[in-house]
Structures are given as structure tokens and as C-alpha cells.
């Protein structure tokens, strides 16, 4: 069965690196998202894509933050510059079209520490 | 503006029990409604949907019923399993013209069933 999957499963940084999270959608699907959950609180929306471009982003997607699908496979979350308040969960998580009966499929999560 | 509220947790259960994890919404139009499962060390899975008000949606075993006079979609099992033990997401979809469909999750039930 298709399913999304992440890499690294554990990403540790220092504050101010840059890290890259990827992402492999399923194949065929075209509507792209990232999540994320600091620990002990909710799942929070970061942005969406399709068609190449962001199709809507969260207040907490600010300049620091970049996605990108350089190929026709992966789809990357870029931080610029970490900081302590990023570490979180990041959830990755791909659908195959528009409409409310289409599901999305999650992956398993990276697990960010920014130290 | 969106927001889910569910249960918190943690819940512990024995085998065979009956299972309630309440959620409520705060929406603007008509949301879809999901329940999304974590089981240790994988991704969300969806559980079950309703697109609409007094759907019922189903799926192994669990139930759970859109209520717009009580915008409330509780998740209901009659008799629980240890092979139910994860971590349950109520969450939204606002639906609404030219949005991304992104979900808006509560923080998360996880439920323990013991033997």
C-alpha cells in the first residue's frame, strides 16, 4: 500500500543551523502539506502546496520558513535559522485532489530538537 | 475563528469496555469532521469522516456522529481492544472557497487498554 514517508525519523540541531525535513508524497497525489506538534499541544497547520506554489500558510510560517518540491518526488521543509520554540513533531502529508470526501495520508513524523 | 476542543487524557480502560472521547468544534460555515489515530511510532491514520450534519461515520468498530445543534462529534466504541491503544485526533476541515482544506486538530486522546 502507497504512504508518505519522512526523513530523518530524528533531526537534532543546534539554534541558528538550517534544516532541511523531506518528504515523500504518494505518487499521484498533488495536494502537499506540513503539520507540526510541539509536545503536549495540538497539531498545527503550517502550509499547503499545489501546482508549485503555496496555496495558504499559517501565521506560524513566517520568513524563517520554506517548502519546496524539487523534483517530482520530494517535498522539502526548509527553517532557516532554528530556534529553541521549533522543536516539534513535523508532520508531512499529501492528498490526491481537491474535496472534502479526499482524504489526507500522513507520514510517521520527524521528530525536531533544537538544542 | 476554528478550533477543536476534545477530552483530555490520558484514558486507561480494561478490555471490553465501553469508550467515549468527547469532542467539540468552533467553526465558521460547514466543517467536515474526522477522527485521525496515532499508533506508536507511525503516522495519522484517518479513522472515520462526516461531511455533514447527522452523518455518522464508522469504521472498525468506532462510531461517531456529526451534531450541528451541538457541534460536537464524540467518538464512541462499544467494546474497546488492547490493539486500540494509540492516540486520537478529533479534527476539522473548514470548507470553505479557494481554502487549502487544511485540518484543524485538537490536542489529542491517548487511550490505554489493558488486558
Known amino acids: 500500500e502507497p504512504e508518505v514517508t519522512q526523513t530523518p525519523s530524528h533531526q537534532v540541531t543546534q539554534m541558528g543551523q538550517e534544516v532541511i525535513l523531506r518528504c515523500v508524497p504518494i505518487s499521484n497525489h498533488l495536494y502537499f502539506y506540513w503539520y507540526r506538534q510541539i509536545l503536549g499541544q495540538k497539531v498545527e497547520f503550517l502550509v499547503s502546496f499545489y501546482n508549485n506554489e503555496i496555496s495558504e500558510k499559517s501565521e506560524i510560517f513566517d520568513d524563517q520558513f520554506s517548502v519546496e518540491r524539487p523534483d517530482g518526488s520530494n517535498f522539502t521543509l526548509k527553517i532557516r535559522s532554528t530556534k529553541l520554540e521549533d522543536s516539534a513533531m513535523y508532520f508531512c502529508a499529501s492528498r490526491v485532489a481537491s474535496g472534502r470526501y479526499n482524504e489526507q495520508f500522513f507520514g510517521p513524523g520527524t521528530r525536531l530538537t533544537v538544542l | 475563528g476554528n478550533s477543536v476542543t476534545q477530552m483530555e487524557g490520558p484514558v486507561t480502560l480494561s478490555e471490553e469496555a465501553f469508550l467515549t472521547i468527547n469532542c467539540t468544534y468552533t467553526?465558521?460555515?460547514?466543517?467536515?469532521l474526522f477522527w485521525y489515530v496515532q499508533y506508536p511510532g507511525e503516522g495519522l491514520q484517518l479513522l472515520l469522516k462526516a461531511t455533514k450534519a447527522d452523518d455518522k461515520g464508522s469504521n472498525k468498530g468506532f462510531e461517531a456522529t456529526y451534531r450541528k445543534e451541538t457541534t460536537s462529534f464524540h467518538l464512541e466504541k462499544g467494546s474497546v481492544q488492547v490493539s486500540d491503544s494509540a492516540v486520537y485526533f478529533c479534527?476539522?476541515?473548514?470548507?470553505?472557497?479557494?481554502?487549502?482544506?487544511?485540518?484543524?486538530f485538537g490536542k489529542g486522546t491517548k487511550l490505554t487498554v489493558n488486558p
Open positions: 467553526a465558521t460555515g460547514y466543517p467536515s
Open positions: 479534527a476539522l476541515s473548514p470548507r470553505l472557497r479557494g481554502g487549502s482544506e487544511k485540518l484543524v
